[in-house]
């Protein structure tokens, strides 16, 4: 069987990403409206209540600011660690228990046809994941607002078919950008804030490496980035290691606020 994944929304105005295995369809993230979600879904034919889940990463806003619409209206089960239940349990307004699912980072689970592997990140949150899922050889990693790409990160990660991997910022942009705070800059360089353009292109080179062959660049910042930019630091580490980008290595930067492209992993992939 393929799989199917397909970034709605991804960045700091709101992240949502769209991934399918057999009849299992789930969402990781949730952090539009649940209007957006509904376009966005709809724009790649997908009835948001066929959805058997969303797989919550953390409580900021951009990625739960439709959690709760969709779960009530179409009744759909929303994963999160405890802690992250905890900490956004205000913000996304009442749910019915019996759609309220806890993961663990390290304990996979099957959600349907397709496997899934909650992993811990180091991001400023209560106790934030990103998320291996597979079906049959395929699998997709996310990992979104990291910090650092560390070790426990590159383990679950590596072998993946299609990993997206946060190229958030140019620290030299990000710096020089008169209208984050000094307390914001060092946030976001901190080792639980986001990942550079330059880490994020030293980790793909690790995962290639391991045999990934899809990688999707994603949660870029507004200001202090541009996918071109982020592309081309991307690009040029693997034309640096002999990886030819588009021919070896399909290589793709996720849109903000725009559906991009679905990709289709065949199982010879
Ligand atoms: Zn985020
Ligand atoms: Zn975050």
Redesign the pocket.
């Known amino acids: 069987m393929d799989m199917y994944f397909c970034p709605l929304y991804s960045g700091?105005s709101g992240?949502a990403l769209f991934c399918q295995y057999g009849s299992t369809r789930l969402l990781i993230d949730a952090g539009k409206t649940g209007r957006c979600l509904g376009e966005a879904l709809a724009a790649i034919g997908v009835d948001p209540a066929s959805l058997d889940g969303v797989l919550i990463t953390h409580e900021?806003s951009?990625?739960i600011r439709g959690a709760g619409v969709l779960a009530r209206k179409y009744r759909l089960p929303l994963y999160a660690t405890q802690e992250t239940w905890r900490a956004m349990a205000d913000k996304i307004g009442r749910i019915p228990g019996d759609l309220i699912r806890t993961v663990r980072p390290g304990a996979d689970f099957w959600l349907g046809e397709m496997g899934v592997g909650p992993f811990s990140i180091p991001h400023d949150a209560a106790d934030p994941v990103g998320y291996r899922l597979w079906g049959g050889s395929l699998s997709v990693s996310t990992a979104?607002?990291l910090g650092e790409f560390t070790e426990n990160v590159y383990s679950a990660v590596r072998g993946s078919t299609l990993v997206l991997l946060e190229s958030n910022h140019d620290p030299e942009l990000l710096r020089a950008n008169p209208r984050y705070s000094a307390q914001l800059k060092a946030r976001i360089l901190g080792d639980h804030g986001h990942l550079s353009n330059a880490a994020c292109a030293d980790a793909l080179l690790r995962l290639i490496g391991a045999g990934t062959k899809h990688v999707i660049l994603g949660?870029l910042s507004a200001e202090n980035n541009t996918p071109t930019l982020a592309q081309r630091v991307s690009e040029t580490a693997m034309m640096r290691e002999d990886i030819r980008p588009g021919e070896d290595v399909e290589l793709q930067v996720a849109l903000r606020d725009e559906v991009s492209s679905i990709f289709r992993l065949k199982e010879t992939d």
């Open positions: 700091s992240n900021h951009e990625h979104t607002d949660h």
